[in-house]
């Protein structure tokens, strides 16, 4: 049995790879890229360390222009990433039976509703997962249990989440201030390999 | 790090158990008993052949009559039975960390809302976990995969659901015909072993 993971190379699609894997699906990591900015390296990088196998999924760059328009009309992220984040899940579906991602329970965005999740697994004829079941202390303790972890001020280099396009596209649009005021700096963890131990 | 899961000898939660062991937790499954029937003896058994280890969680038998009245009370045994979930939740965190069940993500009944998973982390310093990221179909091509499992129509030898002992005390209380009308007959999947290939 085949499963795509929706994959960032953070601790939440790292843990949903792993779960899956240790219960016999043949698991297969899947970064959106839309073709604007190298953004998959980082979840690669991840997947290498890891030994597990990844795929970038390419994906229509008019999603990524539609997606930074809803943002610049909202001044707010949340509902262009959702957006987002739907269509990358049908374009999963299109070749997998089994598609997860790793939104947790305390997950805000990218997060589907029960109606949504629905649809996808009626119409597309897939099975769809995610972590919706367990919160970040759990995820945070079984993480530093069996990834070494490095956390750091996110950059353009270091990660592969949607945000990284979205930043290079609404800065080319509308300068780097604006990408900077509707996505402030943060702290991010990126799995770089097992725990010895593990 | 040891984790308890609240067990039925069912697929769900079993499935559960499964995926915390194979992460690196010590499982305790847990069988609630209200003292007035054996109902733990399937899970009993299911656990036995699964390898895992088991134990029944003594609950007072207030918390059943409790139960007991409310659905007298609704003719319908929704909310009894949540209230009896979280009584349930509620003794299994004082002796673990954490604290898991089965509810999948198309279970009605038990489950818990996002307030109410948030009050009994808070409350009793406990990590709740369940499968409400998962669906029916996914947990039932996994549990073909890794168990050995016996469909049958539902009795009062045959499962260590909640249902149970309430129908044990509401037949008492109420006669025999009150309790299967409350209770229609249903098929249900029990966990006999592992697959021979797992």
Redesign the interface.
């Known amino acids: 049995?085949k499963a795509a993971v929706l994959y960032s190379g953070g601790k939440d699609s790292s843990l949903m790879a792993?779960?899956l894997s240790?219960?016999?699906y043949q698991v297969e990591l899947l970064t959106a890229n839309f073709g604007v900015f190298h953004s998959w390296k980082p979840a690669t990088e991840s997947a290498s360390k890891l030994g597990l196998k990844h795929q970038i999924l390419k994906a229509n760059p008019k999603i990524l222009e539609e997606t930074v328009e809803i943002i610049l009309n909202d001044r707010f992220p949340n509902k262009a990433i959702n957006h987002m984040h739907h269509k990358v899940l049908y374009l999963a579906a299109q070749n997998y039976n089994?598609v997860a991602d790793g939104?947790r329970?305390d997950d805000r965005v990218p997060k589907l509703k029960?109606n949504e999740?629905q649809s996808l697994?009626d119409t597309e004829r897939v099975?769809?997962?995610?972590?919706?079941?367990?919160?970040h202390?759990?995820i945070n303790?079984?993480s530093e249990?069996?990834f070494k972890i490095k956390k750091e001020p996110t950059s353009m280099e270091n990660n592969s989440d949607y945000e990284i396009e979205i930043r290079y596209l609404m800065g080319q649009k509308e300068g780097e201030n604006v990408a900077s005021k509707l996505f402030p700096p943060h702290i991010q963890s990126r799995v770089i390999g097992w725990r010895e131990d593990e």
Do not use: H, P
């Open positions: 049995m792993v779960i240790r219960l016999g089994l939104t329970r029960l999740i697994e099975q769809y997962l995610n972590l919706a079941g367990w919160g202390r759990t303790q079984l249990k069996l």
